[in-house]
């Protein structure tokens, strides 16, 4: 079955360590996405990439990095510059669209904590 | 500024009594409007897609309904499994802005 696999669903932080999410997809997407999702919050967007060797700062993208080498892949490095990490971490990809047009498919997440 | 806003944040119904959830939008060129449902520890399960005023998609217990300000979301006679977080998204410039989500517990 197609789907967006991130790993792994729980992640532990040290202080001042760099940490990666990862997130693959086999839906045949180009368009990849991740968002933070924190309790009373919607969903807010990090980073996204439209294309493999390409991607865009999201709203809240500071103390995060990000690369996208593969179509299928996309991972998310929370660095020791994000004061505040502890989040539900959201990985989603979909059909290139016109300016939003197209719904995203989401996985499962990653639950970062702060040790 | 885009802007989406759901409400309520959150709805308790008992099993078979329906109503219905609000996503009120200001977008500037609407791209497309969608709902999603979020189980506890889970991530957004995409439900529908709406893409111009008046348009209607149903699924099961579950209408979504367009307006060119808001859309709904009507349960009728809902069951237990359909408790979750329910969260709007409006297309908009390149990227989807998510509302905060209704929560609903349907009791037994």
Redesign the interface.
């Known amino acids: 079955d197609g789907g967006i696999t991130q790993s792994p669903k729980y992640l532990f932080r040290k202080e001042g360590q760099n940490v990666t999410l990862s997130c693959e997809q086999n839906l045949n997407h180009d368009a990849m996405y991740w968002y933070r999702q924190d309790p009373g919050q919607g969903l807010r967007l990090i980073y996204y990439s439209q294309i493999v060797n390409d991607f865009q700062k999201g709203d809240i993208a500071e103390g995060y990095s990000v690369s996208r080498e593969k179509k299928e892949s996309f991972p998310l490095t929370v660095t020791s510059a994000q004061k505040n990490p502890t989040a539900f971490y959201l990985c989603a990809s979909s059909f290139p669209g016109q300016g939003g047009n197209q719904p995203q498919h989401f996985g499962d997440g990653t639950r970062l904590s702060i040790l | 500024e885009d802007q ?1 806003t759901q409400s309520p944040e959150a709805l308790r119904l008992q099993e078979g009594e329906s109503s219905s959830l609000n996503c009120s939008y200001t977008v500037s ?1 609407l ?2 409007l ?1 709902w ?1 449902r979020q189980d506890p ?6 439900l529908f ?1 709406l ?1 111009s005023a008046g348009e209607e998609k149903e699924k099961e217990r579950l209408k979504a309904t367009l307006t060119k300000k808001e859309s709904f979301l009507h349960i009728t006679a809902p069951k237990p499994e359909d408790s979750a977080t329910y ?1 709007c ?8 802005i ?4 209704t929560t609903l517990q349907v009791k037994p």
């Open positions: 989406v060129g791209r497309g969608f999603y520890g889970k991530g957004p399960e995409f897609t893409y969260l998204a409006v297309g908009a410039t390149g990227k989807l998510f509302g905060q989500g």
